[in-house]
C-alpha cells in the first residue's frame, strides 16, 4: 500500500520554546510536548544523539492536519545550518500557510521580532492569485504567508 497523506514537517531548533511562541503567533496550536531518551532514535534517526524534546503543533481542529514536529536536540545539541540561500535553490526551501489576511499576520509576527524576507506582495493571474510574504522563524526556516485570491472575472 503507498503512503497515503503527509504527516509531518520535521523543523529542528535550538530553543524549542523560542519557535513555540513564534508558531503560536502564526495560529498553530500545541497538541503533543515530548521528551525522549531513547538510543533506538540514534538509529532511527542516523543522528548522534538519543535525548530530545519534541512538540507536535497543528493549524486548526481536524486531526488528519498535517503537524509541525519541532524537535530540539540533546547530547549533542542541534547542530548550525546555513541559512536558504534562494528561493530557487535545490530542495525544501519553504512552507507556506494559509491566512485570511496576510498582512494581519505579516504585522503580527514582524513586531514580534520574525525576520522579514518580503513584505506582503500581490501576485495575480487570470485564474486568481495570492498576497503572500516571506518570512524567518527564529532558526532560519522560511515561512511562507499566503492568502489566496479570487480571478479578476
Not at 57 to 72: K, P, W, Y
Not at 146 to 153: E, F, G, H, N, V
Amino acid at each position: 500500500m503507498p503512503a497515503y497523506r503527509l504527516f509531518h514537517i520535521a523543523i529542528n531548533s535550538t530553543d524549542l520554546d523560542r519557535s513555540l511562541a513564534f508558531y503560536q503567533k502564526l495560529g498553530f496550536k500545541m497538541i503533543a510536548d515530548r521528551t525522549v531518551d531513547n538510543p533506538a532514535v540514534a538509529k532511527a534517526f542516523n543522528v548522534d544523539s538519543h535525548d530530545l524534546r519534541f512538540l507536535h503543533l497543528r493549524l486548526g481542529d481536524s486531526e488528519n492536519a498535517t503537524l509541525l514536529d519541532i524537535v530540539q536536540w540533546h547530547k549533542p545539541d542541534t547542530l548550525p545550518a546555513d541559512p536558504v540561500a534562494s528561493q530557487m535553490q535545490r530542495g525544501i526551501t519553504r512552507f507556506a500557510v494559509l491566512a485570511e489576511n496576510t498582512d494581519e499576520v505579516f504585522e503580527e509576527v514582524k513586531a514580534a521580532g520574525a525576520k522579514v524576507i518580503t513584505e506582503p506582495t500581490t501576485v495575480l493571474t487570470p485564474q486568481g492569485g495570492w498576497r503572500v510574504s516571506l518570512v524567518q522563524d527564529p532558526d532560519g526556516v522560511v515561512v511562507q504567508i499566503t492568502q489566496l485570491l479570487p480571478s479578476a472575472q
